[in-house]
C-alpha cells in the first residue's frame, strides 16, 4: 500500500506567489518524521524541511513552511514569494518509528513563470 | 556538502553483465542507503546499511547486492544486469541528527542495453 501520496504531478505558480504542495501520508506508528526534498534539473537532492509527529508547531525553514494537519495525516509544504530557482521537482517522504528508512511520494513538478 | 561521492557518474553496459557502484563519503557516517529513481516511482530504496558489515534489504532489493567493509564505502552491485535496471542509482548518508535526515550523493545513471 502506497504510504505517501502527492497527487499532483505538476503546478505552475507566478514568480512572488505563494504556492502548496501536497502530501498526504499514512501510518498507524504515532512516531514518525516526514520530510521535503527538492530536485532541480541538475538531478541533485536538496533536504528542504522537516516535521516531527510529535511536533506542535509547523516546521519553517525560510521561505519554506510545512502545514502539518495530523488529523488529517497530511503534511503539505508551502513555498512563499516563489523564486525562478523554485521550479525544480519536489518529493515528500515519512520515516516510521525508529527506522531510518525514508518512503518517497512520486513527486511534483514544480514551475515558476515571471 | 555533506561529503559523499558517487562513481561512475554514468554507465553504459549490457545486459547479463555485472557492475558494482561505489558510493564515498567523507563524514564517518554510520547510516548509508541506495535508492533507485524511475519515472512515476519516485525514490526507492534498495539497500542500507547500519555499520560496517551491517546490511539490510531495503523494498526493491531483487537483484542486488550491497557491501560495506569501510564505514566510507558503501558498493551496490548487480550480478548480472537487466534492462528493468536501468535507472539512477542515489546513494545517501543518514546525518546522524535528531532528524537524521538523509543527504544524497549526486546519483549515477546506468543504462542497461
Known amino acids: 500500500a502506497q504510504k505517501i501520496t502527492q497527487t499532483q504531478p505538476g503546478m505552475f505558480v507566478q514568480e512572488k506567489e505563494a504556492v502548496t504542495l501536497d502530501c498526504t501520508y499514512d501510518t498507524s506508528d504515532p512516531s514518525y518524521g516526514l520530510f521535503w526534498y527538492k530536485q532541480p534539473s541538475s538531478g541533485e537532492m536538496i533536504f528542504l524541511i522537516y516535521q516531527g509527529s510529535y511536533d506542535q508547531q509547523n516546521a519553517t525553514e525560510g521561505r519554506y513552511s510545512l502545514n502539518f494537519q495530523k488529523a488529517r495525516k497530511s503534511a503539505n509544504l508551502v513555498i512563499s514569494a516563489s523564486q525562478l530557482g523554485d521550479s525544480a521537482m519536489y518529493f515528500c517522504a515519512m520515516r516510521e518509528g525508529n527506522t531510518d528508512k525514508l518512503i518517497f511520494g512520486t513527486g511534483t513538478r514544480l514551475q515558476v513563470f515571471p | 556538502d555533506a561529503g559523499i561521492t558517487q562513481s561512475p557518474r554514468h554507465k553504459v553496459t549490457e545486459t547479463g553483465t555485472p557492475v558494482t557502484l561505489r558510493c564515498h563519503q567523507t563524514e564517518n557516517h554510520r547510516y548509508m542507503y541506495w535508492y533507485r529513481q524511475d519515472p512515476g516511482h519516485g525514490l526507492r530504496l534498495i539497500h542500507y546499511?547500519?555499520?560496517?558489515?551491517?546490511?539490510d534489504k531495503g523494498e526493491v532489493s531483487d537483484g542486488y547486492s550491497v557491501s560495506r567493509s569501510k564505514t566510507e564505502d558503501f558498493l551496490l552491485t548487480l550480478e548480472s544486469a537487466t534492462s528493468s535496471q536501468t535507472s539512477v542509482y542515489f546513494c545517501a548518508i543518514g546525518a546522524g541528527t535528531v532528524y537524521n535526515e538523509q543527504f544524497f550523493g549526486p546519483g549515477t545513471r546506468l543504462t542497461v542495453l
Open positions: 546499511s547500519y555499520g560496517v558489515k551491517d546490511t
